[in-house]
């Protein structure tokens, strides 16, 4: 069975950072594209970041440009997004999704595997 968990969120306050892992388990995901999404209270789940299989791509929205970073380890079927000038408009639960092919979307529609989600809840 193939699982997405996501783990490393939490409260914390604005200006800082938090490091979401997701490990993936039933199957590898070295040959497709990762991606992150959220969906803060009352609003649309958004593209948050995406990395091609590789790691050679990444592509973030231009909400979280220059302040998130994704990452990926194949060897251990991980990806990574480093949150870094965390805001109260980050708050969201984040999910983590595996992608239908090897190179990133933006569309939710481009991940076809979803892990449960885990809360970020920034403090003012």
Do not use: H
Request: charged share 15%; proline share 2%.
């Amino acid at each position: 069975q193939v699982q997405l968990v996501e783990s490393g969120g939490g409260l914390v306050q604005a200006g800082g950072s938090l490091r979401l892992s997701c490990a993936a388990s039933g199957r590898t995901f070295s040959s497709n594209a990762m991606g992150w999404f959220r969906r803060a209270p009352g609003k649309e789940r958004e593209f948050v970041a995406a990395i091609n299989w590789s790691g050679g791509g990444t592509y973030n929205s231009e909400s979280v440009k220059g302040r998130f970073t994704m990452s990926r380890d194949n060897a251990k079927n991980t990806v990574y997004l480093q949150m870094n000038s965390l805001k109260p408009e980050d708050t969201a639960v984040y999910y983590c999704a595996a992608g239908r092919t090897a190179w990133a979307g933006r569309g939710a529609s481009d991940y076809n595997y979803w892990g449960q989600g885990t809360q970020v809840t920034v403090s003012s």
